[in-house]
């Protein structure tokens, strides 16, 4: 027996509702496919665009880096050697500079007490022993003299240098004459030599020092904070170095991000030496010629995806 679908509505309508329900199914079944093949295309898609670099031959010299404070070379106390005399004069302040002879100070009442006899005060004077720069100035117009009292303290010659703290490791690779490289302030860089290194540590900071003569201490001030660097190798020895934009460091561990074959990344912990620039050495844990990412490796993870461009 035939059905005549248009004489029945009510069988129709459920004929024409599967077929959507079935569509319906066929589209949801589709659509997940589709779904589970998205992620698998998200992993391989560039995590992003980067240059590579490569370990270069380098030549450095072998440098040791310390920091310290500019000091005197050495520094006078000049005192009374008489009282009962009155300064009547005070002819310097600190920071003048002055020449072995100079009157520094002339003092009333001179004679009475057998002032003559000292040769601090000669005819009335108190005169420096030496040339150099008032560091410190403690006399007062009208102060009476007391022996031994401190007036003022010269920096003979004005010569400063350089007192770098080093441990006792350090201070065996210095030698006597050895060049140095000293920066003060705003990135002066003075050339200094290696003047005296000190036979011991201090028991409880385990540093010692090494004085380091200033070629030129011009306008620096004495107590200011700097920091140098040795010349320890004698000459320049052969290294490998990478840019430091491509060394990253976590905690405790120095790495670099590797770039394989199929451009994927992958971290390499590495021996990092000294530096000189924008370069640093690398002492261990990459091979020659094993392409590095350049810089941006901080928004990189182990296994990502990167697209390495040219130039």
Do not use: C
Not at 83 to 99: E, N, P, T
Not at 201 to 219: E, I, P
Not at 247 to 271: C, P
């Amino acid at each position: 027996m035939r059905l005549n679908i248009q004489q029945h509505p009510l069988i129709f309508k459920l004929a024409l509702s599967g077929m959507v329900l079935a569509g319906g199914a066929f589209w949801l079944a589709g659509n997940s496919k589709a779904e589970q093949a998205a992620p698998a295309a998200a992993v391989n898609r560039p995590a992003l665009t980067v240059r590579t670099t490569v370990l270069r031959d380098d030549k450095w010299a072998r440098t040791l880096t310390a920091n310290g404070s500019i000091l005197p070379w050495q520094e006078a106390i000049i005192s009374a050697q008489v009282q009962g005399l009155r300064i009547s004069d005070v002819k310097v302040s600190i920071g003048d500079h002055v020449q072995q002879g100079d009157v520094l100070v002339t003092l009333d009442n001179f004679g009475r007490t057998g002032a003559e006899d000292s040769d601090q005060s000669a005819q009335g004077r108190i005169v420096a022993p030496d040339s150099g720069i008032i560091s410190a100035a403690n006399a007062n117009v009208g102060s009476m003299l007391q022996p031994g009292a401190e007036l003022f303290r010269l920096i003979r010659k004005g010569r400063l240098e350089w007192r770098a703290e080093l441990t006792a490791e350090e201070l065996m690779l210095l030698r006597k004459g050895m060049t140095a490289e000293i920066t003060v302030g705003e990135g002066r860089v003075i050339k200094g030599t290696v003047r005296a290194i000190s036979p011991s540590v201090n028991a409880q900071t385990r540093y010692g020092y090494a004085l380091v003569s200033l070629a030129d201490s011009s306008g620096i001030i004495a107590g200011v904070y700097a920091r140098g660097t040795f010349d320890v190798s004698g000459g320049r020895m052969n290294l490998l170095s990478l840019p430091q934009s491509a060394v990253m460091q976590r905690g405790s561990q120095t790495y670099v991000l590797a770039v394989d074959a199929g451009n994927r990344v992958h971290e390499r912990m590495v021996k990092v030496g000294q530096r000189a620039g924008d370069r640093i050495e690398i002492k261990q844990g990459l091979k020659a010629n094993e392409p590095v990412v350049e810089s941006g490796g901080a928004f990189l993870t182990e296994g990502d995806v990167v697209q390495v461009v040219k130039g």
